[in-house]
């Protein structure tokens, strides 16, 4: 009987749902960070609860199940019920979405057109950064990066680049029997090849025994001061632009 009255009363939360809006996923963000990141960790990558950004836990389930373990925990584990009003639920519900979810199915905040203007100009981005075609290659290319990446790790990669560097996109440095130096990204390497791509995008195809010393440099190419350089409103309208690059054309 319990049971079913847990279910009559999700439904009707259920029916109750408003759409959500940009400012709701800002919210769970904060209601997260409040209530949930002791557990799931700060970025959703578990801890003492499961991880939330890659686990198969919420990517297979449900809304409905999901709110359910929200606001009434999970018998047998240490998830507790919750007394938030439904509406922040869904909130938090939508932010958790959002760790797996790509980006551009997420409502993001911000101005996409001022975040344009931020890529292209003050940001930089286009010396590395390619979209449709335009812009460098050193950096990965950002053409469906909406649907690529959720929004927790675009805007990771804007605030703290260093902490994942993609395979491919390590910064390293090649010393020559030669007497030459390059310098670029790593794109691929062997125990009998180098594989490195320079500032000016030239590819480089170094034999092993050519190479007197390599070093791995650590950290990423992409700039690590965008919290001073740019204001919270132009980081927010940044990773708006980001989120929204689809090559699949549904903008």
């Not at 990669?157 to 030669?178: F, I, M, N």
């Not at 690590?224 to 690059?245: C, G, M, N, P």
Request: overall charge positive; some cysteine; hydrophobic content about 35%.
């Amino acid at each position: 009987m319990r049971i079913l009255m847990l279910a009559a009363c999700a439904a009707v939360a259920l029916a109750q749902r408003a759409p959500l809006k940009p400012e709701d996923v800002a919210a769970g963000r904060q209601l997260y960070m409040n209530s949930c990141a002791g557990c799931h960790g700060l970025t959703g990558e578990g801890g003492r609860g499961p991880n939330l950004m890659g686990g198969r836990a919420v990517s297979r389930s449900s809304d409905e199940a999901l709110f359910q373990s929200l606001k009434f925990g999970l018998a047998g584990t240490d998830m507790p019920p919750t007394k938030l009003p439904d509406e922040k639920l869904w909130q938090i519900l939508a932010f958790v979405r959002g760790l797996s979810a790509p980006a551009y199915e997420i409502p993001v905040e911000g101005d996409e057109k001022a975040g344009a203007a931020i890529y292209f100009g003050k940001g930089g981005c286009t010396r590395c950064h390619a979209i449709a075609g335009r812009g460098g290659v050193s950096g990965p290319d950002l053409t469906s990066i909406g649907h690529q990446r959720p929004l927790n790790l675009l805007r990771e990669a804007v605030l703290d680049p260093g902490k994942r560097v993609a395979p491919g996109y390590q910064q390293a440095t090649l010393h020559l029997r030669s007497g030459r130096t390059l310098s670029g990204v790593l794109r691929d390497y062997t125990t009998y090849t180098y594989t490195l791509q320079d500032d000016q995008g030239e590819l480089h195809f170094v034999k092993a025994a050519e190479v007197t010393d390599s070093r791995v440099l650590p950290g990423s190419a992409m700039p690590a001061d965008y919290r001073a350089r740019l204001t919270a409103a132009e980081r927010r309208d940044l990773v708006k632009f980001l989120s929204r690059q689809s090559a699949r054309g549904e903008q």
